[in-house]
Every structure is written in structure tokens, then in C-alpha cells.
């Protein structure tokens, strides 16, 4: 069983950044393929980004330019660099991690809002 914890969510003004953490327990980070999703009011979950265990990257087109996925495995950690946030970024962001099996964080909040 492998749990994740979501980190650094918050309210933030359009044109602004954030950075999100997920932090992964048991020995196994580096083969995970890890992503994050979203999740609006009202809306479908989404995929905004994801890193294999080798580092490629895939991300939605609403994001590209805008967002980097990163992970270090020294620190079974995978972050979300958001830049340049737009309201419609407004969302409860999930932590994924896929090998063999599919597990999911509890989410952490992002307000994008003047």
C-alpha cells in the first residue's frame, strides 16, 4: 500500500504561481509512474500532467508552457510547478501513482481569484 500526501495548495491571483508536493511512502518512488489530476466543481477528473519512471513528461493542452512535473526519488517526492495560474486552474489537485496498481492522494485545494 503505498499512501501520498499532498502539499501546497492555496489561494492565489491570476498571473501567479504555486508549487505542489506530493510525498510518497514505501521504497518502491522511483518505479512509480506518478501524475497529477484535477478536479473542478462540476467537472470530470482530468489528467494536467505526468512523469514516467524514466522522466517523460506528458501534459494536458491547457497547461503546457504553464506547468512542470518533476520528481526526486531521493525524497519520493513529485511536484507540480504552476506558473502564470488562471482561474480555470481552479481545482482540488490529486497526487496519482501507477505500477501495477493505481493509487491517489486525498487532494489539495488551489483557488486561482482576485
Known amino acids: 500500500q503505498v499512501q501520498l500526501v499532498e502539499s501546497g495548495g492555496g489561494l492565489v491571483q491570476p498571473g501567479g504561481s504555486l508549487r505542489l508536493s506530493c510525498a510518497a511512502s514505501?521504497?518502491?518512488?522511483?518505479?512509480?509512474?506518478m501524475g497529477w489530476y484535477r478536479q473542478a466543481p462540476g467537472k470530470q477528473r482530468e489528467l494536467v500532467a505526468a512523469?514516467?519512471?524514466?522522466?517523460?513528461?506528458n501534459y494536458a493542452d491547457s497547461v503546457k508552457g504553464r506547468f512542470t512535473i518533476s520528481r526526486d526519488n531521493a525524497k519520493n517526492t513529485v511536484y507540480l510547478q504552476m506558473n502564470n495560474l488562471k482561474p480555470e486552474d481552479t481545482a482540488v489537485y490529486y497526487c496519482?501513482?501507477?505500477?501495477?496498481?493505481?493509487?491517489w492522494g486525498q487532494g489539495t485545494q488551489v483557488t486561482v481569484s482576485s
Open positions: 496519482n501513482a501507477q505500477w501495477f496498481k493505481t493509487y
Open positions: 512523469i514516467t519512471s524514466g522522466d517523460t513528461t
Open positions: 514505501g521504497n518502491l518512488f522511483s518505479l512509480y509512474a
